[in-house]
């Protein structure tokens, strides 16, 4: 089993649409999560960070914990042709670590 | 602000031979890493510096890489010798000190191909 895992997609939605990004893990002890966009040949850009249980929101971009289903999603409202990228979901599971997923591609088409 | 930098962009070598890519963090970013992404596969942690000493080296695959932050400034990583399996896109991050990482900030990699 991965660590953490991302369905590599792609997730093709339309202008204007919600996407939803989700992502499992393994580890119960991870304490932090991050959601890491990258366009392709690009460096991985921070978008959302969550470390506690719940929704967080920024944006159009909201992320949401759920520590006891070791689940953490990120949802991108009002999707737009420059959202399509590949979101990379990331874990610390302790000290200075992050173990990423293999990314689910996004395609947002006008 | 410069962001993380790393050189070159693209390495083609031969099975056998050496490369040494280079990562120049944020000015004042005490932690250094180094990731590594193989086709198809997810980017997989390598090493970590806190200015120039190594902190975990876990993710190194075997001896042929070394890895280097003299000062605790730039960063090399040596890869000799270089073998098929090695091909990849190895990104460097740096990040503030702080107790647990929280966001890393990458550079755009440095691709190598061993033929």
């Known amino acids: 089993q991965k660590e953490v895992e991302q369905n590599s997609g792609p997730l093709s939605v339309p202008e204007g649409a919600i996407a939803s990004l989700n992502c499992t893990y393994s580890?119960?002890?991870?304490?932090?999560f991050f959601w890491y966009r990258q366009y392709s040949g690009k460096s991985p850009e921070l978008i959302m960070s969550?470390?506690?249980?719940g929704d967080k929101e920024d944006g159009r971009f909201t992320a949401q914990l759920n520590k006891a289903s070791q689940y953490v999603s990120l949802l991108i409202r009002d999707s737009q042709p420059s959202d399509s990228a590949t979101y990379l979901c990331?874990?610390?599971?302790?000290?200075?670590?992050?173990?990423f997923g293999t990314g689910t591609r996004l395609l947002v088409s006008p | 602000e410069a962001g993380v930098t790393q050189f070159p962009s693209h390495s083609v070598i031969e099975k056998g031979q050496t490369v040494t890519l280079r990562c120049d963090p944020i000015?004042?970013?005490?932690?250094l890493y180094w990731y590594r992404r193989v086709m198809g596969k997810e980017i997989k942690f390598l090493l970590h510096?806190?200015?120039?000493?190594?902190?975990?080296e876990s993710g190194m695959p075997n001896n042929r890489f070394l890895a280097e932050r003299t000062g605790g400034t730039y960063s090399t990583l040596k890869v000799q010798p270089a073998e098929l399996e090695d091909s990849g896109v190895y990104f460097c991050?740096?990040?503030?000190?702080?107790?647990?990482?929280?966001?890393?900030?990458f550079g755009e990699g440095s691709r190598l191909t061993v033929l």
């Open positions: 991050a740096s990040s503030q000190r702080d107790r647990v990482v929280k966001e890393l900030f």
């Open positions: 580890d119960r002890v991870s304490q932090s």
């Open positions: 000015s004042g970013h005490d932690n």
């Open positions: 990331a874990v610390n599971t302790g000290f200075q670590k992050l173990v």
């Open positions: 510096f806190v200015k120039e000493s190594k902190q975990d």
């Open positions: 969550i470390y506690s249980n």
